[in-house]
């Protein structure tokens, strides 16, 4: 009895782990950030205006950025679900909360490049995304 109890508990271990690395694509911020751009001439765009979740770091991955510079970047282990390291026409975001990756984002370029300013991520605090058309 004892056995099937471990047995249990250890598949429900399993199933849990497997989930709690999925990682949730939100749609809603790739249209709302898309808009912002699309709309408004604006050449800063503050993230926590638009992001309505937890979050504490977020990661902008340009087009063509290795799957080993994304995860030597967020400082874990991550399987990029965009292919972005074949991609071109979208930068990733990727947000993390308390150590782990909570969402990401396809942002698609519209003719617009977007820069961090220099820094290595954005806080909630310090969510500046800058916009260059052309």
Known sequence: MNLLKYLT????LV?????????????TFENDLSSTVKNQQNK???????????????????PYTPQMSIERKLGIEYDDPSNISNRDEIYLFVFLHEGRVVQYA?????????TMDGKEYLTPSEDVLKVERY
Request: aromatic share 16%; proline share 2%; glycine share 2%.
């Open 44 to 62: 800063e765009i503050e993230i926590h205006s638009i992001a309505d979740f937890k979050w504490d770091k977020a990661y902008l991955f340009p």
């Open 9 to 12: 508990f250890f598949l429900a």
């Open 15 to 27: 199933i849990t782990g497997c989930s709690i690395n999925d990682v949730e694509r939100n749609e």
């Open 106 to 114: 396809e942002i698609k370029r519209h003719k617009a490049d977007f």
